[in-house]
Every structure is written in C-alpha cells, then in structure tokens.
C-alpha cells in the first residue's frame, strides 16, 4: 500500500487528527489548523487566522514555536497557533504533512503492513562518531532516567516510543514509556498516532552529556 493511499483510507475511516493539527475535509479540498483553533477555523472568515494555500508553507509553520523558540524536533508538542493551511488535492495533503511531522505517515503504513524496522537505542549509540561515540558508555540506569527525563509529552515530546535500550532490556515503566502518541483525549480510532523508532539526535546528545558525567563520577 502507498503512502497516499493509506492517507486516503485513514481519511475515510474517520481519521482527522495528527499530532496538534486537525485534518478537515471538503469535497477535494483539505484544510489543516491547529486543534486548539477549531473554533475559529469554523467561523466566517476563519475567525482571523492567518490564511496559507502552498503547502511548503507548513515548513516554516512548525520551525518556531509560539515564544519564537526554535523547535528542534518536529514531535513537540508546542507547535504554534494562529493559522490556516488550505490545500486543493491530497498529494499536496501528504506533502504538508510531511513537513509538519516528518516520515509519520510513512511509519505508520510500515507499522499497518507490518514492515516497520526499528533500531534499539545501543545499536544506535554503537553507530555514533565524533564527539558523540562517547554517547555509546551510557550505562542502562542512566538511560532509563534519561527517557523519564528528556521524552513524552511533559516533556513537550508527542511519540510513542517503540525501542527498548537492546534487544533484551526493555523500557521501565513511565509516563513517558507509556505515552501512546496522541496529544489530547480523542478517542484514538480519530487520529494518527506520532511513532519514534529510534532515539532522536536530542537523545544521543544528551546520552553524551550523561555518560561523560558519569565518567567523571567514576573517576572521583
């Protein structure tokens, strides 16, 4: 199954949420707003917000958060409010899509046809060069601490996580281990949940600044 046809069967079997954004749609148009603005995208003249119609637009739409803070990954959950995205056809969906949350549809249909591969966090380590080989010396406890510390949603992260630190040391139990990646409480058959197969480049650094620190703690 491609990915647009997936997005196209997800549409029709009710699907209208991703991440933050709503999905709305109108003969063979689409619009996409803010969850939090549905209100006003619903009102005469979409109740002030700011009108798109390119969907490269959603590229600079989720760069900066509302406080202007740069967004260092796509799966937080501060993206910015305030604007309306009309889109003529569902290949320029897809595209925007994309740029609001890289690679989740694509993840999603791999996970529907079972072909989704994913890198346990050690083997992700293992690969790191340069500065960040030292990530690798990370010991367990300290991965595990770093997961309730840096990933889910209070700490503005929407994924579901899906590695374990290897093949055989799954993850504690935490609020953040048990996020199921949908922001909110729609009822989960409504939307698309937000899947990380891997560590992001934020959680290798911050292995890094852990393991270094644990190394001067083993030194004394």
Not at 13 to 22: F, K, L, N, T, Y
Not at 71 to 95: A, D, H, M, V, Y
Not at 159 to 188: C, F, H, M, N
Not at 209 to 220: H, I, N, P, R, T
Request: hydrophobic letters at 40%.
């Amino acid at each position: 199954m491609s990915i647009l046809q997936f997005l196209s069967e997800s549409l029709a079997a009710g699907v209208h949420r991703i991440g933050q954004i709503e999905i709305q749609a109108l003969d063979s148009n689409f619009s996409l707003f803010h969850a939090e603005d549905q209100e006003l995208a619903n009102q005469p003249g979409h109740g002030g917000l700011e009108i798109h119609r390119d969907a490269d637009a959603a590229r600079d739409l989720s760069t900066y958060a509302e406080d202007g803070e740069y967004r260092f990954t796509k799966g937080q959950t501060n993206l910015r409010r305030g604007w309306l995205l009309i889109l003529p056809s569902l290949e320029e969906l897809r595209r925007a899509l994309d740029l609001f949350y890289p690679a989740a549809l694509g993840l999603l249909a791999a996970e529907k046809a079972g072909t989704l591969e994913i890198e346990n966090l050690r083997d992700k380590l293992n690969r790191q060069t340069g500065m960040y080989r030292f990530a690798r010396n990370i010991s367990d406890a300290g991965a595990q601490q770093l997961i309730r510390e840096v990933c889910g949603p209070a700490h503005q992260c929407a994924k579901r996580i899906l590695w374990q630190l290897d093949a055989r040391t799954p993850l504690e139990d935490s609020d953040a281990s048990r996020y199921d990646g949908v922001p909110g409480d729609l009822d989960r058959s409504e939307t698309f949940p937000l899947l990380c197969r891997e560590a992001c480049n934020h959680f290798v650094a911050e292995c890094r600044k852990v393991s270094k620190a644990e190394a001067g703690q083993a030194k004394g």
